[in-house]
């Protein structure tokens, strides 16, 4: 049963982006989120996720900033997280991983 291995974490992997919510991100409610809320965020996930003694096999798969930050203003607005995070659920369902 490989299956039940590779499952939790493709969940984990997934969860990391498409759960955290905008609001987490945006850590001075100004409505936007720059690149600095970005990564603090994002280290903060990764380092609770060290804590609770699950190393990051993803970490190397976390998306950067200018991912999100589609039309490259330097601010991520809830539309782009949003878009983004539709994104790649659909890129998770539909191919896997194809690396
Ligand atoms: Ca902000
Ligand atoms: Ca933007």
Redesign the pocket.
């Known amino acids: 049963m490989k299956l039940l291995k590779i499952l939790p974490i493709a969940l984990v992997s997934v969860s990391l982006y498409a759960i955290t919510p905008f609001a987490n991100f945006d850590k001075n409610n100004d409505g936007?989120v720059t690149e600095d809320e970005f990564y603090a965020t994002q280290g903060e996930n990764m380092s609770q996720r060290a804590e609770q003694g699950k190393m990051m096999k993803n970490a190397s798969n976390a998306p950067a900033f200018t991912d999100i930050?589609?039309?490259?203003?330097?601010?991520?607005?809830p539309d782009?997280l949003k878009d983004f995070q539709y994104n790649r659920m659909m890129n998770n369902k539909g191919k896997g991983t194809n690396r």
């Open positions: 936007v930050d589609a039309n490259n203003d330097g601010e991520i607005s782009e």
